[in-house]
């Protein structure tokens, strides 16, 4: 009897866990587009950014792009702040790994799903501004990758 009173006591336990971690497992697929944007935002940067130590160095519109990455981040953060949206509920990064053309393809991907995130009607006029800077920076930085990968001959 005490072994069945252990075992159910030991099973409520584990399930007490879980259950939490499941209900929260994505989490982040209830919150704004600008919060997705921003994860991929933060995605396209680093695989701009990271390089391996066989590759090239960053050229000029690698450079832009980065640059421009950290602007539309920064805007979008600003309209989130606006809207009284919680910045720090952004869903995880994809930080996989690519070689130098697979993560500047991939970084001009999540750079248009970042801007596809962002497009849309703005309710709150006070963050339309940012919202607006920050699809122009989106467009500029997928411009420059776009270059850059073109330059690479890739």
Known sequence: ??????????????????????AQAQWWQHHPKYLHAMS?????????????????????????AMKQIRYA??????????DDKDIDAQPPADFAFYDHRGRLHHALDLLHDAHNDVTGEEEDPAARGFRHDALKRIDDAARDTDIAIHAWGF
């Open 1 to 22: 009897m005490q072994i069945r009173s252990l075992r159910i006591a030991m099973t409520v336990g584990f399930l007490a866990l879980v259950i939490p971690i499941a």
């Open 40 to 64: 991929d935002l933060r995605s396209a940067y680093w695989l701009i950014a990271h390089r391996d130590s066989m590759d090239p160095l960053a050229n000029d519109e690698e450079r832009r």
């Open 73 to 82: 981040y920064q805007a979008l953060k600003d309209a989130s702040i606006m």
